[in-house]
């Protein structure tokens, strides 16, 4: 399967040049931001990917190129370094957000939504009178609790 956008857009976002480490790393983000779109929209023709897709992948990959070990603290004194999947929302690890997930649906048109749909018996309907029950002495059925102002 093809990405969704090029290793030169993903570039021409960066604000440095990529060395060849680092472009074989932006290259696999490329295709794991690719299959989550895939994911949570999904698979569309390389050729008519809408545009926000393209940009969503994109962005994912900025995002993680800028910090590709997910730090979330950082302080210059004594080198405090500190990060987390629970705090970073995914730090360390190409991902979409959770408004870049209900977009990607949105845009696929799998929106989770409530609909209302009418429904109706099927086939004749048979009224019996309320309170009645057959008898087996004769063909007329004998009331049981019935009464013409209360039901029982």
């Not at 190409?94 to 086939?123: D, M, N």
Request: hydrophobic content about 35%.
């Amino acid at each position: 399967m093809a990405d969704y956008a090029t290793l030169d857009e993903l570039k021409g976002r960066l604000d440095w040049t990529l060395d060849a480490d680092e472009e074989r790393i932006a290259q696999s983000a490329l295709e794991d931001a690719s299959d989550l779109a895939r994911h949570y929209g999904r698979d569309w023709d390389v050729t008519n990917t809408p545009r926000l897709v393209r940009t969503l992948v994109l962005r994912a990959c900025k995002r993680f190129m800028d910090n590709p070990q997910g730090y979330t603290q950082s302080r210059a004194g004594d080198e405090t370094l500190s990060w987390s999947d629970e705090a970073g929302g995914g730090s360390g690890a190409v991902h979409f957000t959770t408004a870049e997930q209900k977009l990607l649906g949105g845009i696929a048109g799998s929106r989770a939504a409530l609909y209302c749909a009418p429904i109706s018996a099927w086939g004749p309907q048979r009224k019996r009178p309320v309170g009645l029950v057959p008898d087996e002495g004769s063909n007329e059925p004998i009331p049981y609790f019935s009464s013409d102002t209360e039901p029982w």
